[in-house]
């Protein structure tokens, strides 16, 4: 009989996606406080990501959007977030599923946290794309950022321990 092992190392980046999620939640709900800002690194070729063909085009493969002064109709589920941002003055719609993202700071604080993609078949938040959000009422206005340039790559070694030291923005 095969030998299956815990995957601590899936446990600890659902548990450090949470944290996005609910710093996005918060975000949401109150607004930012201070100066605190997001920037938000994610695949755009990930499953149940979803943004306009020409932006698609414009970042292959990766995207860094920021949330910070303008930014319109936050609004997130467990499983990812919808959010419009200006895009040269006209307004886009994106929804990105969490397991999509790989990077995620708060420069105003020095936080910073650095995920692996999810690939679809190897965790069972993969594939989903961000359920309809429209019961969670009405959309409300807050500032947003326009993109900030491609972020780099995170790359996470293949080793079973996990520090939390990995995640740090070096």
């Known amino acids: 009989m095969g030998e299956e092992s815990l995957r601590y190392d899936r446990m600890v980046e659902r548990a450090l996606r949470g944290v996005v999620r609910d710093a996005l939640e918060y975000a949401s709900k109150q607004g930012l406080p201070g100066d605190h800002h997001f920037y938000l690194t994610f695949s755009t070729n990930h499953p149940?990501?979803?943004?306009?063909?020409?932006?698609r085009e414009q970042y292959d493969g990766e995207m860094t959007i920021v949330l910070q002064f303008q930014f319109y109709g936050l609004e997130v589920a467990d499983k990812g977030?919808?959010?419009t941002l200006s895009f040269n003055n006209k307004h886009e719609r994106l929804s990105v599923p969490f397991a999509a993202i790989t990077t995620f700071a708060d420069?105003?604080?020095?936080?910073?946290l650095q995920f692996q993609t999810l690939e679809a078949g190897g965790d069972e938040e993969a594939g989903d794309a961000v359920p309809d959000l429209a019961t969670l009422g009405a959309e409300k206005s807050q500032d947003d950022g326009a993109p900030a340039a491609e972020g780099a790559e995170g790359e996470a070694g293949?080793?079973?321990v996990?520090?939390?030291?990995?995640?740090?923005?070096k």
């Open 48 to 55: 149940g990501v979803e943004m306009p063909d020409y932006l």
């Open 81 to 83: 977030f919808k959010v």
């Open 158 to 160: 293949d080793s079973n």
């Open 162 to 169: 996990v520090t939390l030291d990995q995640f740090r923005k």
């Open 107 to 112: 420069p105003s604080v020095n936080f910073a």
